[in-house]
Nanobody
């Protein structure tokens, strides 16, 4: 059973940057696609970005395209989300998850989830 632990969240001013990390347990990390989702207060969980098992293919929600970058380091069992040009509407709890289907935007196609890390962007 995989365990995922997010870190790197915090409070930042609009226009600033943060880098989230998601550390995974287990020796099969490099075999799976990974994704990031977020949930803003009072809203549903939404897809943010995903990456293939190798890191060679990436997928983004339109709302973050050009500002966020997902990457992974399989030697460190870690996936990252570099967030630049942050906006107040990016405020949310960010979750990483292990994917069953590469690049999927569907929650049901992710089988393990972390507990999340809070990102707050002030205006």
């Amino acid at each position: 059973q995989a365990q995922l632990v997010e870190s790197g969240g915090g409070l930042v001013q609009a226009g600033g940057s943060l880098r989230l990390s998601c550390a995974a347990s287990g020796r099969t990390f490099s075999s799976y696609a990974m994704g990031w989702f977020r949930q803003a207060p009072g809203k549903d969980l939404e897809f943010v970005a995903a990456v293939s098992w190798s890191g060679g293919r990436t997928y983004y929600a339109d709302s973050v395209k050009g500002r966020f970058t997902i990457s992974r380091d399989n030697a460190k069992n870690t996936v990252y989300l570099q967030m630049n040009s942050l906006r107040p509407e990016d405020t949310a709890v960010y979750y990483c998850a292990r994917g069953v289907v590469e690049g999927s935007r569907r929650l049901s196609e992710y089988e393990y989830w972390g507990r999340g890390t809070q990102v707050t962007v002030s205006s």
